[in-house]
């Protein structure tokens, strides 16, 4: 079994009088994809501040990478990088010159040459001299994606990766997801998509109520409900059968009037 890159215990955050989190635990296996799920409001995003160490949990444990949060918030901060849901871009700057400057202000050695590998491992050398405002939905997270992984972070957060993508792109963010997670990333995203959760994740938790209410494989979380019911239900006529039955290919009768 891989070690456990994240180790979170009785985490607590109110705002003011409102109990966002009341006490949650997990933990999370280095190398894979996992999913925090919740409905709006749930709590995820401010889980993530937590980790990602701009916000401070009011009580419980943070370990990550090893680095306990309150003893060594710059360890963790030099193994993680996070994803927002809107992403952090310059629109003015052209996609390689935003990764550019994530590796200048990470002080790297040579942010060209950084530039140039993200660039060709996320298949964007055609659009990387255009400006980022040019760009398409998917294309902006796809650089955001990119600029995130300047410095090879351990663990990347990825916020609600999805949010306002067509499903075009959003397929494209679920290739390169699982690419980082091939090469070795570990990858927490929050999704109130259970789908995204079900195409990427080999482990889901569940955040509702301020708690961690299941934690498992998909597989297994399947299991705790019944199976599945066969339920017969009134069908309202595709537009395909209508159209059929209108030009005569279908034997079919729609309110008596056409055959
Ligand atoms: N700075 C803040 N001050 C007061 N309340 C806040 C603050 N930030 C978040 N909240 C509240 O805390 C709760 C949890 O918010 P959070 O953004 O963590 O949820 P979420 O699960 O990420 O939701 P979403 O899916 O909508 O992004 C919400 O009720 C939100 O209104």
Do not use: C
Not at 23 to 28: Q, T
Not at 65 to 87: C, M, P, V, W, Y
Not at 133 to 141: C, E, F, I, L, Q
Request: proline share 3%; glycine share 10%; hydrophobic share 40%.
């Amino acid at each position: 079994m891989n070690k456990n890159i994240i180790q979170i215990k009785g985490v607590k955050k109110s705002y003011k009088d409102v109990e966002v989190l009341k006490g949650v635990d997990f933990e999370v296996e280095q190398g894979g994809i996992f999913a925090l799920l919740g409905s709006n409001g749930a709590g995820k995003t401010t889980m993530i501040k937590i980790m990602a160490t701009l916000l401070k949990a009011d009580a419980g444990s943070i370990v990550i990478n090893g680095f306990d949060i309150e003893k060594n918030h710059g360890g963790i901060r030099g193994s993680i990088s996070l994803t927002g849901q809107f992403a952090a871009i310059d629109e003015i700057l052209t996609g390689r010159e935003n990764i550019q400057m994530i590796a200048k202000l990470r002080h790297l050695e040579n942010p060209n040459a950084v530039a140039e590998e993200l660039i060709n491992r996320f298949g964007m050398s055609e659009a990387a001299d255009r400006r980022v405002g040019t760009y398409s939905g998917g294309m902006k997270r796809r650089i955001d994606i990119a600029m995130s992984l300047v410095g090879n972070p351990k663990i990347i957060f990825l916020d609600e990766p999805t949010t306002g993508l067509d499903p075009e792109a959003r397929l494209e963010v679920w290739k390169i997801v699982k690419e980082l997670s091939s090469a070795g990333t570990t990858v927490f995203l929050t999704t109130q998509h259970l789908e995204e959760a079900e195409q990427l994740a080999n482990k889901i938790a569940i955040l509702h109520g301020g708690k961690i209410i299941a934690l498992d494989t998909l597989e297994r979380l399947k299991k705790l409900f019944p199976p599945a019911k066969i339920e017969y239900v009134e069908k309202q006529p595709t537009l395909e059968e209508i159209f059929l039955t209108i030009i005569g290919k279908k034997g079919g009768e729609i309110n008596g009037i056409y055959k």
